[in-house]
């Protein structure tokens, strides 16, 4: 079956450490996301891609970096400079990054801090 | 800039009671409507969209019409199940790039 994985399903921070969520597609898809859910809000985007070795911020990426080496692989790593990090990650995907097109997206990752 | 408001939950029902969820936006241009859902510990999926005014999506008993005239894509379903317990997203997308913007996120708890 076509998906998104994500892992962890959940991760712990310690203060000053860097950690990396993992995503990873098989629906040969073009873009990928990361967006960031804290209860009671809407999904912020952190991070997007539209083609290999090219990505840009979102609207939050402060303390967060991405790299995009492969078509199929998005990782997210959240840096000991992002001071708030408890949150759920959504990463997700969407056939070519255009307009109005529906997004696909992994099961989440929640991420606490010791 | 663009944005979504959804009404605030949690919205408590009875399994077969109506259900009505608001929803309306502010866009510059002509957005797309998305109604996304997400159950307990997973990702969001696509539940239904609409990308004119006049539009009706459709799925598993939820409805939404795209109403330009009063900015509003409002779900609907008219026996709600015990299952759709979930959180509902509205989202819209297509007016400056391609980035999605999303609604807080609407709770509805079904009881049996």
């Known amino acids: 079956d076509g998906g998104i994985t994500q892992s962890p399903k959940y991760l712990f921070r310690k203060e000053g450490q860097n950690v990396t969520l993992s995503c990873e597609q098989n629906?040969?898809?073009?873009?990928m996301y990361w967006y960031r859910q804290d209860p009671g809000q809407g999904l912020r985007l952190i991070y997007y891609?539209?083609?290999?070795?090219?990505?840009q911020k979102g609207d939050i990426a402060e303390g967060y970096s991405v790299s995009r080496e492969k078509k199929e692989s998005f990782p997210l790593t959240v840096t000991s400079a992002q001071k708030n990090p408890t949150a759920f990650y959504l990463c997700?995907?969407?056939?070519?990054?255009?307009?109005?097109?529906?997004?696909?997206f992994g099961s989440g990752t929640q991420l606490s801090v010791l | 800039g663009d944005s979504v408001t959804q009404m605030e939950g949690p919205v408590t029902l009875s399994e077969e009671a109506f259900l009505t969820i608001n929803c309306t936006y502010t866009?510059?241009?002509?957005?797309?409507l998305f109604w996304y859902v997400q159950y307990p510990g997973e990702g969001l999926q696509l539940l239904l969209k609409a990308t004119k005014a006049d539009d009706k999506g459709s799925n598993k008993g939820f409805e939404a019409t795209y109403r330009k005239e009063t900015t509003s894509f409002h779900l609907e379903k008219g026996s709600v199940q015990v299952s759709d317990s979930a959180v509902y997203f509205c989202?819209?997308?297509?007016?400056?790039?391609?980035?999605?913007?999303f609604g807080a996120g609407t709770r509805l708890f079904v009881k049996a």
């Open positions: 997700a995907s969407s056939i070519v990054g255009q307009a109005n097109e529906k997004l696909f």
């Open positions: 866009a510059t241009g002509y957005p797309s």
């Open positions: 891609s539209q083609i290999v070795n090219d990505f």
């Open positions: 989202a819209l997308s297509g007016t400056g790039g391609f980035k999605t913007i």
């Open positions: 629906l040969n898809h073009d873009a």
